[in-house]
């Protein structure tokens, strides 16, 4: 129990405390209950050092916090959200020749009207981009995915081209203790629980073994299908000719992420890197 003394001088505390504030609002106007400070209920702006009080009091210094919450409030909130938008978009490991591409200026947009009306972001939507070589597959896959983030509420964003994750995958191979390296369920859970990815080239990995192939694909693919985690595919291949090199189990499920409408054919556009 708390010795006699220190309950002493904490009631010797409060009383001095009490006087002060006593002391304060005597110098204030009849209808201030903020001594001063303006209001109560003090909030910070999360990635800034801007903070209002929500309720304010009806004196001078309340008016002036009123206002502060009215004009810088909303203001500090908008470019804290642009600075959370923008550290997703840098920690997306978007490749920098890719990271400005935008939709408006993807160079066939103004050609194909109707299939830039089908690219409106939509909570879960996943999409598949396939055709030739160089119609800017990559390039419609990272606007899109950066107009999700502009509107919609997304907490993460993960490019990577699948070659270059099956490779990462294989890597952990290659490391017994994993103390400063990832292990092989590390890599799968990156991409398959981050909030959108953008998985690039699908059908152009080196196919060594099918079945394990197969199953890494099933495993962050099927884990992205079961939690409604939108997901932009770009391939070379249609998801018929898919089938083929990643097994039926993948691409159903691609299929069905997608869905019919969800399929955008750049088959007959032209090539953009001639």
């Given at each position: 129990m708390r010795s006699f003394q220190a309950r002493i001088a904490t009631a010797e505390r409060r009383v001095a405390l009490g006087e002060e504030r006593d002391t304060i609002q005597a110098t204030r106007p009849t209808d201030c209950w903020c001594?001063?400070?303006g209001g109560k209920v003090r909030v910070t702006i999360p990635d800034t050092d801007i903070g209002v009080y929500m309720e304010t009091c009806g004196c001078a210094e309340g008016e002036e916090q009123r206002l502060l919450r009215e004009t810088e409030y909303p203001l500090a909130r908008k470019r804290?959200?642009?600075l959370r938008r923008l550290g997703i978009w840098d920690?997306?490991?978007?490749?920098l020749a890719f990271k400005e591409f935008r939709l408006g200026t993807w160079p066939s947009a103004l050609a194909y009207p109707k299939l830039m009306d089908l690219l409106v972001p939509l909570p879960h939507k996943s999409l598949?981009?396939?055709?030739?070589?160089?119609?800017?597959?990559?390039g419609?896959?990272?606007g899109y995915a950066y107009e999700c983030?502009?509107?919609?509420?997304?907490y993460s964003i993960r490019?990577?081209?699948a070659p270059q994750m099956l490779a990462e995958l294989r890597d952990t191979y290659n490391h017994s203790s994993h103390t400063e390296t990832p292990t092989e369920q590390q890599v799968v859970d990156k991409y398959a629980r981050c909030g959108l990815l953008i998985f690039d080239d699908l059908g152009a990995e080196q196919v060594r073994n099918t079945g394990w192939v197969e199953d890494r694909l099933y495993q962050i693919i099927g884990a992205r299908h079961d939690e409604l985690r939108p997901t932009v595919f770009t391939s070379n291949l249609s998801l018929a000719q898919l089938e083929a090199r990643i097994g039926e189990r993948v691409t159903w499920r691609i299929g069905e992420m997608v869905g019919r409408a969800g399929i955008v054919s750049l088959e007959g556009c032209p090539n953009l890197r001639e």
């Open positions: 001594l001063g400070v804290a959200a642009e920690r997306a490991a978007i490749p598949m981009f396939f055709g030739s070589y160089g119609t800017g597959k990559t419609l896959a990272i983030l502009r509107t919609l509420d997304i490019f990577i081209e």
